[in-house]
């Protein structure tokens, strides 16, 4: 079992910058990729960034350019800088790790809210 937990979140200004930050704890050995998902109220929980032991990275086109994911293979750590951020940006992220056998694992989620 994989546990994951995220830290971060909060209220930033249109424009403004947060990071987030998640850790894993458990079977972290495991683990082949780490990255996450935001919720809007009343909308699907989408793929933000993901990044592979292998070192693949994806973003979805709403947030190249602004968000920057990055990790700690070691630790088993996953950040996501998000800059320049918009009020459509606004959800609840969530970490999600897999593991070899393509079990997924969630955080609790982090709230982000941009907003005036």
């Known amino acids: 079992q994989v546990q994951l937990v995220e830290s971060g979140g909060g209220l930033v200004q249109p424009g403004g910058s947060l990071k987030l930050s998640c850790a894993a704890s458990?079977?972290?050995?495991?683990?082949?990729?780490m990255g996450w998902y935001r919720q809007a109220p009343g909308k699907q929980r989408d793929m933000v960034a993901f990044?592979?032991?292998?070192?693949?990275?994806d973003y979805t086109d709403s947030v190249k350019d602004r968000f920057t994911i990055s990790g700690d293979n070691a630790k088993k750590t996953v950040y996501l800088q998000m800059n320049s951020l918009k009020p459509e940006d606004t959800a609840v992220y969530y970490c999600?790790?897999?593991?070899?056998?393509?079990?997924?694992?969630w955080g609790q989620g982090t709230q982000v809210t941009v907003s005036l």
């Open positions: 990044i592979n032991t292998g070192g693949r990275i």
């Open positions: 999600k790790a897999y593991d070899r056998m393509y079990r997924s694992f």
């Open positions: 458990g079977s972290i050995n495991s683990i082949n990729g």
